[in-house]
């Protein structure tokens, strides 16, 4: 395996999907289930999110190619997604582009649920929206061999099981974590995405225009 390119697939990982930005989210969503249901839940959106995303590693290639899209073109796109992302992480309202659409969020009220709310919502679009997809399809396009494809695989996985670890114990944790605290951890993650989002769309334009790349 590619220890370098797994530590820094790890990190984008991690700070696209921290698990401590969704757990606010999920504690909103899942508010008056009983415990047992809600450490459940917890699992649920971990094992929804870990399938979505493999579906997404092993066809997202064959999705680009279907479209005529290159990676490169997708690394610019999948850049600006980032951007927009980071940009709402810093300045604290958040992204639709990563929190999901308005009645996504319109779900997310503190009342108890009436439905599953493990896929949609939180699954999907919370976990594994625009800003996931793109992610796991650019490194998955940049993983020269097998030993890098396994590289990617792991460290989304590593971070998909931390979130199941913090989502089954969201109640504990939550009560531990200060407002501050939460602020604090998304600003740094946001600011981690948005220097992602610089990287891709640099590495994106120098592929498409060359020119941008200078003599030699």
Not at 51 to 58: D, G, S, T
Request: proline share 6%.
């Amino acid at each position: 395996m590619d220890f370098a390119f797994f530590i820094t697939t790890l990190g984008a990982a991690f700070a696209i999907m921290n698990p401590f930005v969704v757990l606010p989210l999920f504690l909103a969503v899942t508010h008056g289930m009983p415990p047992a249901e809600q450490r459940h839940a917890g699992v649920r959106v971990a094992l929804f999110s870990a399938i979505l995303c493999l579906v997404v590693a092993i066809s997202g290639a064959a999705i680009l190619k279907f479209f005529g899209i290159s990676v490169d073109d997708f690394r610019v796109a999948g850049g600006l997604v980032l951007m927009t992302i980071a940009t709402g992480m810093l300045s604290g309202s958040g992204s639709p582009a990563h929190e999901g659409p308005a009645k996504a969020q319109a779900s997310m009220t503190p009342e108890p649920p009436r439905a599953d709310v493990s896929f949609y919502p939180l699954a999907f679009p919370m976990v594994v929206g625009p800003g996931t997809i793109t992610a796991i399809i650019i490194y998955m396009g940049q993983a020269r061999d097998m030993a890098g494809k396994a590289a990617v695989v792991a460290a989304f996985g590593l971070v998909l099981a931390g979130l199941a670890v913090v989502l089954y114990f969201a109640a504990t944790i939550g009560r531990h974590m200060s407002q501050t605290l939460r602020v604090i951890m998304t600003r740094l993650m946001g600011m981690i995405v948005a220097a992602m989002a610089v990287q891709m769309i640099a590495g994106g334009l120098k592929v498409i225009l060359p020119g941008l790349a200078g003599p030699g």
